[in-house]
């Protein structure tokens, strides 16, 4: 019988992979604490309306990459190809006090072309923040995102940012664009050319060289803010310079989804260098919320790749865990494995990280196993320890014979490998 495969374009992660994710959303986590963010929990699927009116149904997410099904009940629901859309929409029907700072961790579903970096489904580590205009805001979130780089060791990372404006510079914006569009239409990528009027924005994101060619000669967006949108992202690049987190101006950055007004920014690892080295991205979207039904609040976040994140790293050429895993205590048991059972249960509540034998191996295939697992230290539970009430202490790490093992007393045993353990 022929065995199964993940699906194209997803992958599973397991051990030794799985603690660097362990690692990575502990420090993210961490930092959305010391931040002021909650956690929030939504859905992984939500009415299709919720993204096709957040994203814009215009958006390459909501026209080629979506996961759509039908339920039982003939409901149309979409998994979420992104986490704003649902937290806002969380944030439309509960009406938590503002500012509501939520940060997630979770799968996002995107039919995408399937390579180094890009896949069906991603893992997305992301913070929203509604309720607030402020600028500081703006600082606050987009320096959560450097010092989290920071702490995960990467050095190489540039902020890339522009303003939007909000709506009405951005139809002025847009107007002025198709105009010039329309004048070079015939320049355009084959994709383009085609479909370059119901979206101009999308046209500035396409990273083809005709369409960067013909973009680069157009209308600028930061020369479209009002004086009040002007003011605003000035004020966000100075609270960024402030902290020393320098921004470098990307006036085509528009990012893929509609609901974007005013700052927008994404993080790039130089270290990754291929088409995919966004490793996170995002901005304000100050009618989001109207677009689903709620009361008009201002709103900004970021989400970061939790696969490109480790790319990077990777490319860096860093390798610590961010977190420790390892086992303290290896238990091995030649009397059967009633003793493991219960010393590993001691041990554990102790606080000790325990692993052991089963199936009442031979001892060598028990010490082999105790090498395997990096344990620190093994202990021996033979018939004569357990006759006299004592345990044999053996450190996996010690070249010395001599010192390595010893006998201890089972009555003391957590206070000895405590003290053992801290040295
Ligand atoms: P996004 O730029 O589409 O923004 O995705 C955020 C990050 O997710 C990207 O920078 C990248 O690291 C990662 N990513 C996206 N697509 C893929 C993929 N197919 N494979 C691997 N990684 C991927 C958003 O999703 C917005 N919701 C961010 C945001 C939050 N804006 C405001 N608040």
Partial sequence: MSTFQAPIGTHDVLAPQSALWE????TFAQYAYRYGFTLAVTPMFEEIGVFNRGIGEHSDVMTKEMYVFTDRGERTYALRPEGTASVVRAFVQHQP???YKAWYVTPAFRYERPQAGRYRQHHQLGVEALGSDDPAMDVEVIALAWRFYEALGLTRVRLLINSMGHAECRARYVEVLRGHL???REQLCDEHRASWSTNPLRVLDCKRDACVAVTNDGPSLPDFLCADCAAHFAAVRAGLASLGISSTLQPRLVRGFDYYTRTTFEFVADALGSA????GGGGRYDGLTEQLGGKPTSG???GSGIERLLLAREAEGLTSNLINRSIDVFIVDTTGGAEATALADQLRRAGFAVERAYDARSMKSQMKAADRSGARVALLVGPQELEAGQITMRDLRSDDFETAQRRVERAGLV????EHLSK
């Fill in 23 to 26: 690692g990575l959303v502990a």
């Fill in 97 to 99: 006090v503002t500012p």
């Fill in 182 to 184: 329309d004048e070079h």
């Fill in 276 to 279: 995919q080295n966004a490793i």
């Fill in 300 to 302: 900004i976040g970021f």
């Fill in 415 to 418: 206070a000895t490998l405590r």
